[in-house]
């Protein structure tokens, strides 16, 4: 298996724990873009950007200032 599955194994696992942060989940799929970004075609990088969209509303405002400027800023950029 390759490091891309594996990392997007490890993503899932993340996203799945009921008891981990959305804030934390959001961190994750960041750095995952981050890295898919730069290796994949831009097409494949749209189902993470969704997930991350869906995780920042359903966390509205649990999370803090910083998490939704650097959202605002991934969408841009």
């Given at each position: ?28 799929y960041?750095e ?46």
């Amino acid at each position: 298996m390759g490091e891309d599955e594996e990392a997007k194994q490890v993503l899932a696992q993340i996203a799945s724990l009921a008891g981990v942060p959305i804030s934390v989940k959001c961190k994750a799929y960041r750095e995952m873009l981050l890295v898919a970004k730069e290796t994949t075609p831009l097409q494949n990088t749209l189902p993470l950007e969704a997930t991350l969209g869906k995780l920042l509303q359903a966390a509205d405002t649990r999370l803090d200032n910083w998490d939704k400027l650097k959202h605002r800023f991934s969408q841009i950029v």
